[in-house]
Structure formats: C-alpha cells, structure tokens
C-alpha cells in the first residue's frame, strides 16, 4: 500500500467521509435523551413566566393579608374598647375613664379599674331637699328691674 497524497477538496472529502459519518453516528448516541439549547431556552422562558405569574400572585396575597389583618386588628380594637368600657362602668368609673385601664386580658382591666376606682370613682349625689332661694329666670328678674325703674319714675302709681 503505497502512499497517496490528497491533491483536490474532493479527494479530502471522500478520505474523511465515513470518518465523519461515524462521528456524527457517535455524538448523536452519546448526547441522546438530552435536551437541545433551543428546548432549554424555552423552557427557561416558560419558567421566567411562571416564576413571575407566582411571584405577582404572592404580592395580591400578601396584600389582602394586610388589608385582613387591618381589619382583624380594628375589630378587636373595638371588641376591647366596648369591654373596656364594661368594665369601667361597672367599677363605678365615668366612660372617659375606660381608655385608661391598663393590660392584655379582661382580668388585668378589671384589677386595674378596681385601683382606678379608688381615685376616680364617679360621686353619687343624692338631689338637695329643697332651694331656700327661689328660682329665678333672667326674663323673670329683667321684668323686676323695669317694675322698679317704672316705679321710680311713676312714684304716684
């Protein structure tokens, strides 16, 4: 076997093909059951979208959670102010006084507004038994006043 050299393209190819041939053959067996660049960048897109479609959803979420979570908190607010409240009233306390009350629990309100209740109670007046003086209206005393200045001018009548 002597020793031929390539002169023409032609002839190159025609050494090489089946070399190539059974590279390919190779590179394809070898790389099978892979995903091509083109299906992963699809695929990478189609997750970047639903990725963002999530990340979207979770911010409405988290929104209405804060707008529940306000609610809640006011709601409980009042249901504490109205005990509160209860409780003042019922330790003998003016309802201004129900804002003050201290602690978590209804227990601690009503120890605090027996304290406050010390200081602060509401005074139970009983009504006076009577006026010595009468009762007198300002268009009741004007009406004297002009009887007198009429007399003094009117001494005869």
Known sequence: MAFTPIETQEQFDAAISERLKREKEAQAKRYEGWTSP?????????HAKRI???????????????EKDAEIAKGAKYRADLVKTR???????????????????????????KVLAKDFAQAHYSAPIGNAEPT?????????????LADQLNPNS
Do not use: P, S
């Open 136 to 148: 007198v209206t300002k268009e009741q005393e004007l009406n004297v006043q002009w009887q007198k």
């Open 52 to 66: 963002k479609e999530l990340e979207d959803a979770a911010a409405a979420t988290q929104q209405t959670l804060a």
């Open 38 to 46: 083109e299906a992963l960048q699809k695929l990478t897109d189609e």
């Open 87 to 113: 409780i003042a009233l019922a330790a003998g306390l003016r309802m201004e006084y129900a804002d003050r009350l201290r602690g978590e629990t209804e227990e601690e309100w009503k120890e605090d507004a």
